[in-house]
């Protein structure tokens, strides 16, 4: 076990039982034209921590550990999206609509796609998930079960849609779940501070948070 500083007491990292969620780190949200800027986004906020989360997607290659990849994304044939997601609100397009970059949020579609900076190496999990929660109708419970894992150091975007939800569903599961602060965003300031101070809250009511120098520090080999 190595103690990992952060908030709101060290992280009790297990090396044998730890893997990295990155939550939907995709064209849609990070780039014009994509299902983000449609909603009236400032998508510049996203690609902004691209660096960043290389480095911790990096940290875990080096050392061995397993990073996930997740992606929001719906079937072709719209399934999978229930009317009410797909129509609420007033966006310019409307997942499914033909954008600039493909049909929006649609799964094999070149806007769907993780970024090329942050795309997922030969032998990395990428779950494709039809809602904010990663567990929501997908097969990750499962896969972390079989590989024993126990706790999830996440990062992506947005903190406070599916990164939030997506702990949550972990925290609920009895995953111990450590965000990593310079590694996510959201489209709002206010709302990744309230998010980062809700997840800490209360003795850790949801998991930790951590700053990504303190945590590589503690990665064998990163
Ligand atoms: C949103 C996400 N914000 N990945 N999706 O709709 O947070």
């Known amino acids: 076990m190595v103690e990992i500083a952060a908030l709101p007491f060290a992280f009790p990292l297990k090396p044998d039982a730890v893997a990295l969620v990155v939550i939907d780190m995709q064209r ?114 499962e896969i ?5 894992i126990s706790q999830l150091v996440f990062a992506g975007v947005t903190t406070e849609v599916c990164v939030q939800t997506t702990m949550r569903e972990a925290n609920d599961r009895g995953y111990e779940c450590l965000l990593i602060e310079e590694a996510t965003e959201s489209y709002f300031p206010e709302f990744k501070t309230a998010a980062i101070a809700m997840i800490r809250a209360q003795g850790g009511i949801v998991g930790w948070t951590a700053h990504l120098d303190d945590l590589l520090e503690g990665l064998p080999h990163a």
């Open 144 to 148: 972390l079960k079989e590989r024993g």
């Open 28 to 141: 849609d949200f990070a780039e014009e034209g994509g299902f983000g800027a449609s909603l009236g986004n400032d998508v510049s906020r996203v690609t902004k921590i691209v660096p960043d989360v290389k480095r911790l997607i990096d940290g875990f290659r080096k050392a061995g550990l397993p990073v996930i990849h997740t992606m929001e994304c719906h079937r072709p044939d719209l399934s999978d999206l229930p009317p009410a997601k797909r129509d609420r609100g007033n966006p310019s397009l409307r997942i499914g609509d033909q954008g600039p970059m493909g049909r929006i949020l649609i799964a094999g579609e070149p806007g769907t796609a993780i970024l090329a900076e942050l795309a997922p190496i030969e032998g990395e999990i990428v779950i494709e998930k039809p809602g904010k929660g990663a567990f929501y109708a997908t097969p990750l419970g």
